[in-house]
């Protein structure tokens, strides 16, 4: 059997014997015969009770099958595409897939591990690599932390061992992980503070040779400092074009700001003052990626909603262009219980700091808009009850796109 790809459509071809069957989509689904040596073949009346023909109508049921699903998957991409560049999103929420797990983490009985949160993820070399903030129940030094962990299949992950990175003894956490091809080098992009060093609060930056070395990252350094009388913001993010890389960040009063630098000046030369991009009804974790295929940049930003946390998408051309409202109102949001069906017992109310699945690991940050997958921090309004926000016991799972069939 051979499938050759012919403009857009789809040819099939099977051999046998020396009877040559070829069908080519020709939107009758009638399909096409061409008879090489060997017996005469009828398509309506095949020689009764002969091996042959029955094979033959079999094969012939196959083709217009497969021929069926290629268009129906087709049909199922664009309008996948269509409805994300509309704004409409709908979403199947998995169970939770990874919480605190005191077993697989440093021993802590006086300050115990309360949530995992934050998290950014690549797939690479045939596992995921998760990174993530940790947090204990009490405030003070060493409350939160940055872990990793590796596994094949998410129903791994529970049993996985977590490392706890050895970057700072003071505040660090909200991670963003990518490979920037031209250093050739693992970054960990993250808001810390390390008084051990004179190193103020900010956005910071850690390398690696190999993202499966926990102990192989280096000591935090800062992307710039932030001038006096600056607001530092929180949540940093990096992304790249072809020429500059860009970072962005929210500062809790409804504005996410940007500054950017030659690929050349990266990571820590060179960076413009930020400025804002964007005045909303937002509020944290601002993440932008590039959509694979189409010349837009999307960004998702999280908004309040009393106690719950929901998402909020825009849409821009560039990275340094004008975002446009996407998916921004109550009724048409990111995500939101407005629009995340549960696979079965609902176990969260908020969608909270997040990050798509990309096709690559590479700064540009492409996610493929026909197969969205968000990775996200959730609770329910029942676990959060009565908690301040840093007691809030968050666990991860995934959201899924919905996409007509």
Same mark, same amino acid.
């Given at each position: 059997?051979?499938?050759?790809?012919?403009?857009?459509?789809?040819?099939?071809?099977?051999?046998?014997?020396?009877?040559?069957?070829?069908?080519?989509?020709?939107?009758?689904?009638?399909?096409?015969?061409?008879?090489?040596?060997?017996?005469?073949?009828?398509?309506?009346?095949?020689?009764?009770?002969?091996?042959?023909?029955?094979?033959?109508?079999?094969?012939?049921?196959?083709?217009?099958?497969?021929?069926?699903?290629?268009?129906?998957?087709?049909?199922?991409?664009?309008?996948?595409?269509?409805?994300?560049?509309?704004?409409?999103?709908?979403?199947?929420?998995?169970?939770?897939?990874?919480?605190?797990?005191?077993?697989?983490?440093?021993?802590?009985?006086?300050?115990?591990?309360?949530?995992?949160?934050?998290?950014?993820?690549?797939?690479?070399?045939?596992?995921?690599?998760?990174?993530?903030?940790?947090?204990?129940?009490?405030?003070?030094?060493?409350?939160?932390?940055?872990?990793?962990?590796?596994?094949?299949?998410?129903?791994?992950?529970?049993?996985?061992?977590?490392?706890?990175?050895?970057?700072?003894?003071?505040?660090?956490?909200?991670?963003?992980?990518?490979?920037?091809?031209?250093?050739?080098?693992?970054?960990?992009?993250?808001?810390?503070?390390?008084?051990?060093?004179?190193?103020?609060?900010?956005?910071?930056?850690?390398?690696?040779?190999?993202?499966?070395?926990?102990?192989?990252?280096?000591?935090?350094?800062?992307?710039?400092?932030?001038?006096?009388?600056?607001?530092?913001?929180?949540?940093?993010?990096?992304?790249?074009?072809?020429?500059?890389?860009?970072?962005?960040?929210?500062? #809790?009063?409804? !504005?996410?700001?940007?500054?950017?630098?030659? &690929? =050349?000046?990266?990571?820590? @030369?060179?960076?413009?003052? $930020?400025?804002?991009?964007?005045?909303?009804?937002?509020?944290?974790?601002?993440?932008?990626?590039?959509?694979?295929?189409?010349?837009?940049?999307?960004?998702?930003?999280?908004?309040?909603?009393?106690?719950?946390?929901?998402?909020?998408?825009? #849409?821009?051309? !560039?990275?340094?262009?004008?975002?446009?409202? &996407? =998916?921004?109102?109550?009724? @048409?949001?990111?995500?939101? $219980?407005?629009?995340?069906?549960?696979?079965?017992?609902?176990?969260?109310?908020?969608?909270?700091?997040?990050?798509?699945?990309?096709?690559?690991?590479?700064?540009?940050?492409?996610?493929?808009?026909?197969?969205?997958?968000?990775?996200?921090?959730?609770?329910?309004?029942?676990?959060?009850?009565?908690?301040?926000?840093?007691?809030?016991?968050? @666990?991860?799972?995934?959201?899924?796109?919905?996409?007509?069939?």
């Amino acid at each position: 059997m051979k499938r050759r790809q012919n403009g857009e459509a789809v040819r099939i071809e099977f051999f046998i014997d020396s009877v040559l069957i070829n069908h080519v989509p020709n939107g009758n689904y009638g399909g096409r015969w061409r008879q090489g040596a060997g017996s005469r073949i009828s398509v309506c009346g095949l020689p009764a009770c002969t091996l042959k023909g029955v094979m033959l109508a079999v094969l012939l049921l196959f083709v217009i099958s497969v021929n069926q699903l290629v268009i129906a998957q087709e049909i199922s991409q664009t309008t996948a595409v269509a409805d994300v560049l509309a704004g409409k999103f709908r979403w199947m929420a998995s169970a939770p897939l990874l919480a605190v797990n005191p077993k697989q983490l440093p021993a802590s009985p006086d300050n115990p591990w309360i949530a995992v949160k934050d998290p950014s993820i690549v797939w690479h070399n045939g596992k995921w690599h998760l990174f993530c903030s940790l947090r204990k129940q009490k405030g003070g030094q060493g409350r939160i932390r940055i872990g990793y962990l590796s596994f094949s299949d998410w129903k791994e992950a529970p049993l996985a061992k977590w490392h706890v990175l050895e970057l700072a003894d003071d505040y660090h956490g909200a991670p963003q992980i990518f490979y920037f091809e031209p250093q050739r080098k693992w970054y960990l992009i993250y808001q810390a503070i390390d008084k051990t060093r004179s190193l103020p609060y900010g956005p910071h930056y850690s390398t690696n040779d190999d993202i499966s070395n926990p102990s192989g990252w280096t000591l935090p350094e800062p992307l710039y400092t932030v001038k006096p009388g600056q607001n530092a913001g929180l949540d940093f993010w990096v992304i790249c074009d072809d020429t500059k890389a860009h970072l962005f960040f929210t500062t #809790l009063d409804g !504005r996410m700001r940007r500054a950017e630098t030659r &690929l =050349a000046d990266f990571p820590n @030369r060179g960076w413009t003052t $930020p400025e804002v991009v964007l005045k909303a009804d937002i509020f944290e974790a601002s993440h932008i990626y590039k959509l694979k295929g189409l010349d837009k940049y999307l960004s998702l930003i999280e908004a309040e909603n009393g106690p719950r946390r929901y998402y909020k998408a825009f #849409l821009a051309d !560039r990275l340094d262009g004008q975002w446009l409202p &996407l =998916a921004t109102s109550r009724e @048409r949001l990111f995500a939101s $219980p407005v629009n995340v069906t549960h696979q079965g017992e609902p176990w969260t109310e908020s969608y909270s700091h997040g990050e798509l699945i990309r096709t690559g690991v590479d700064q540009r940050l492409e996610v493929d808009p026909a197969d969205l997958q968000f990775l996200f921090q959730g609770v329910s309004d029942e676990d959060r009850a009565g908690k301040g926000y840093g007691a809030i016991p968050w @666990r991860l799972g995934i959201l899924r796109q919905i996409k007509e069939q």
